[in-house]
């Protein structure tokens, strides 16, 4: 069975037809078997699993250590066997120092099949179970709740409040709705509001959808491919060794045919005279080169690992000092990945978090942290800070009536009872808020100002049963705040004539204020659909002066790129 190309933009009865499957039922456990047999487990598949022996044989492809081998091997036969054993001890010891190292750091490297979900609930057979995330097939209804991490591309069938954090593919820092609705076929990734992709965790509400991809054939799938895909280039030390290596080797070669020939010739022993050759071929080969390389660098390697920096590969350590781009992320690496509270409105700020406290969708694990939405625990962690503890809020007031969540206005909405006297509470979408409640200019004004820093806002309110119209409690605004060390570096990459490039999956908003604050200088942000419009010859124009590039996700193309962008080209 072929899934559909654009699954967002198709229906409920589409779907069903597609992928054969009734959505209610969900497939049969024969059926299911059927499909794991034609598409393969659901996992990410290491296409060159990492071995140890296979980087060691790697190691040892090297020109220098190739020819240092032979040569010990004939000493071995015609000469002192102390010395080949010393060549062979040495080149081996260094070579499984070199090994080890890069060994581990490529183990640290593979992390991408750790955002799998060891199991997950489905519906088949017409009713719910638990079964491994690695029997997923094309077809299955999954079923979504708070907590759970996605184990396959998705397309929603139903929702009621979903929030997925999906900031491991698209960047996006903060929890993004999610609804029913087909959209566009025309979407980009970081538009399928009806998508979730495998490796997302779901923050909040719940809902079901119909896997439509798994395995390798996910986004998270088709990054793991690209990653391993990709090539090692030399770097410029291996390239100025190989072409110095070529050169010493054809004298070498020299050496060690001409003196055998000319001492035959003279009527001498020609073990003597093989041994002679080789002698001068093995002291014109400077074989302790690799071995002080491969020192250096290790060494170089172990300082790097000191100050938390991981080495793919040990020799890479080597183009550090002649870096002239830095391709960097923005979620997690500029930025801490996590939701911190920027502003709010200090007028009536014990009210407002009240409000906010009492709303918040969050939970305790058995450390005492809070668990759910991000924004959420901020504000329940902030109104902590500021005397306003959850745990005697909740004793205070009682739930009556949880409405939930209206999709269509992007509110929450809740009834408490506080010593017997009723209130209505509402928070969500500031517009929304604003259109329910009395009119507030300065609270107005304060929105528009959130606006324009680029954060992430909520509204909250309140009134008694008998008001028609909400009391605005106030404003908090949310951001992903940049990490301490960033700007400090930026400003000695910059001083150093290294030049920063930030390439996320966010909104060009949220990365031309991120870069701003992170003090990454340049033109305009460049988009992902931007970079579709346009030529390569333009392309090239563009990256040689565009520092910031937003709504990116990863995929290679054909054509011609720009020096910085070799190995995949970035594209919606």
């Given at each position: 069975?072929?899934?559909?190309?654009?699954?967002?933009?198709?229906?409920?009865?589409?779907?069903?037809?597609?992928?054969?499957?009734?959505?209610?039922?969900?497939?049969?456990?024969?059926?299911?078997?059927?499909?794991?047999?034609?598409?393969?487990?659901?996992?990410?598949?290491?296409?060159?699993?990492?071995?140890?022996?296979?980087?060691?044989?790697?190691?040892?492809?090297?020109?220098?250590?190739?020819?240092?081998?032979?040569?010990?091997?004939?000493?071995?036969?015609?000469?002192?066997?102390?010395?080949?054993?010393?060549?062979?001890?040495?080149?081996?010891?260094?070579?499984?120092?070199?090994?080890?190292?890069?060994?581990?750091?490529?183990?640290?490297?593979?992390?991408?099949?750790?955002?799998?979900?060891?199991?997950?609930?489905?519906?088949?057979?017409?009713?719910?179970?638990?079964?491994?995330?690695?029997s997923v097939v094309p077809g299955d209804i999954l079923i979504l709740k708070s907590g759970v991490r996605v184990s396959a591309d998705i397309r929603i069938l139903t929702a009621r409040g979903l929030e997925v954090d999906e900031s491991q593919l698209t960047g996006e820092s903060m929890g993004v709705g999610?609804?029913?609705?087909?959209?566009?076929?025309?979407?980009?990734?970081?538009?399928?509001?009806?998508?979730?992709?495998?490796?997302?965790?779901?923050?909040?509400?719940?809902?079901?959808?119909?896997?439509?991809?798994?395995?390798?054939?996910?986004?998270?799938?088709?990054?793991?491919?690209?990653?391993?895909?990709?090539?090692?280039?030399?770097?410029?030390?291996?390239?100025?060794?190989?072409?110095?290596?070529?050169?010493?080797?054809?004298?070498?070669?020299?050496?060690?045919?001409?003196?055998?020939?000319?001492?035959?010739?003279?009527?001498?022993?020609?073990?003597?005279?093989?041994?002679?050759?080789?002698?001068?071929?093995?002291?014109?080969?400077?074989?302790?080169?690799?071995?002080?390389?491969?020192?250096?660098?290790?060494?170089?390697?172990?300082?790097?690992?000191?100050?938390?920096?991981?080495?793919?590969?040990?020799?890479?350590?080597?183009?550090?000092?002649?870096?002239?781009?830095?391709?960097?992320?923005?979620?997690?690496?500029?930025?801490?990945?996590?939701?911190?509270?920027?502003?709010?409105?200090?007028?009536?700020?014990?009210?407002?978090?009240?409000?906010?406290?009492?709303?918040a969708d969050v939970s305790l694990d058995e450390d005492g942290n809070f668990l759910g939405d991000p924004m959420d625990k901020a504000v329940v962690q902030k109104a902590g800070e500021l005397g306003s503890e959850r745990s005697v809020l909740l004793q205070d007031n009682r739930l009556i009536h949880d409405?939930?969540?209206?999709?269509?206005?992007?509110?929450?909405?809740?009834?408490?009872?506080?010593?017997?006297?009723?209130?209505?509470?509402?928070?969500?979408?500031?517009?929304?808020?604003?259109?329910?409640?009395?009119?507030?200019?300065?609270?107005?004004?304060?929105l528009n100002a959130s606006i324009t820093a680029g954060y992430r806002t909520i509204a909250a309110g309140w009134k008694e049963p008998l008001e028609e119209k909400y009391t605005l409690a106030g404003l908090i605004s949310f951001d992903d705040p940049i990490r301490e060390a960033v700007k400090p570096a930026?400003?000695?990459?910059?001083?150093?004539?290294?030049?920063?490039?930030?390439?996320?999956?966010?909104?060009?908003?949220?990365?031309?204020?991120?870069?701003?604050?992170?003090?990454?200088?340049?033109?305009?942000?460049?988009?992902?659909?931007?970079?579709?419009?346009?030529?390569?010859?333009?392309?090239?124009?563009?990256?040689?002066?565009?520092?910031?590039?937003?709504?990116?996700?990863?995929?290679?193309?054909?054509?011609?790129?720009?020096?910085?962008?070799?190995?995949?080209?970035?594209?919606?």
């Open positions: 069975m072929d899934p559909p190309e654009f699954p967002w933009a198709l229906d409920a009865d589409e779907l069903q037809k597609a992928f054969a499957v009734d959505l209610g039922k969900g497939l049969t456990s024969a059926e299911a078997e059927k499909r794991l047999r034609e598409s393969g487990t659901n996992t990410i598949i290491e296409y060159n699993r990492i071995s140890f022996f296979r980087i060691l044989l790697s190691e040892l492809k090297e020109p220098l250590i190739v020819i240092t081998l032979l040569i010990g091997i004939v000493y071995s036969i015609w000469g002192q066997i102390g010395d080949t054993i010393t060549i062979l001890i040495l080149i081996l010891f260094v070579t499984i120092v070199e090994v080890y190292t890069e060994f581990k750091a490529r183990k640290s490297m593979d992390a991408l099949k750790k955002l799998g979900a060891p199991t997950t609930w489905v519906i088949r057979d017409g009713k719910p179970g638990e079964i491994s995330a690695s999610k609804s029913a609705g087909k959209i566009p076929r025309t979407a980009g990734l970081s538009d399928r509001t009806n998508m979730i992709h495998m490796g997302s965790v779901i923050l909040k509400g719940k809902g079901t959808g119909i896997a439509v991809q798994t395995g390798m054939d996910t986004e998270l799938g088709r990054i793991a491919g690209l990653t391993q895909e990709a090539p090692d280039p030399k770097t410029p030390m291996q390239r100025s060794t190989l072409h110095l290596t070529k050169n010493l080797i054809g004298l070498a070669v020299i050496f060690s045919i001409a003196i055998p020939i000319l001492g035959f010739f003279r009527g001498l022993s020609l073990p003597d005279m093989i041994l002679t050759g080789l002698s001068l071929a093995l002291a014109t080969i400077p074989e302790e080169l690799p071995i002080i390389m491969t020192m250096l660098l290790g060494f170089g390697a172990i300082q790097l690992a000191g100050k938390h920096v991981l080495i793919r590969r040990t020799k890479a350590a080597e183009t550090l000092g002649s870096v002239t781009v830095i391709a960097t992320d923005k979620t997690g690496t500029l930025t801490e990945n996590r939701m911190s509270i920027e502003a709010w409105t200090e007028a009536n700020e014990k009210q407002l978090f009240t409000v906010g406290v009492l709303m409405s939930g969540f209206d999709e269509v206005r992007k509110i929450f909405l809740m009834k408490y009872a506080c010593r017997g006297k009723e209130r209505d509470l509402i928070k969500g979408a500031p517009e929304s808020v604003f259109a329910l409640s009395r009119p507030d200019p300065e609270m107005t004004a304060q930026i400003r000695e990459f910059s001083n150093a004539g290294v030049r920063v490039i930030m390439i996320t999956g966010d909104h060009a908003g949220t990365a031309a204020r991120v870069a701003e604050d992170a003090g990454i200088s340049g033109c305009a942000v460049l988009t992902g659909d931007d970079i579709r419009d346009i030529s390569d010859a333009a392309l090239k124009e563009k990256v040689m002066t565009c520092n910031v590039f937003a709504r990116i996700t990863p995929k290679k193309n054909s054509g011609s790129l720009p020096p910085c962008m070799k190995t995949a080209r970035w594209s919606p």
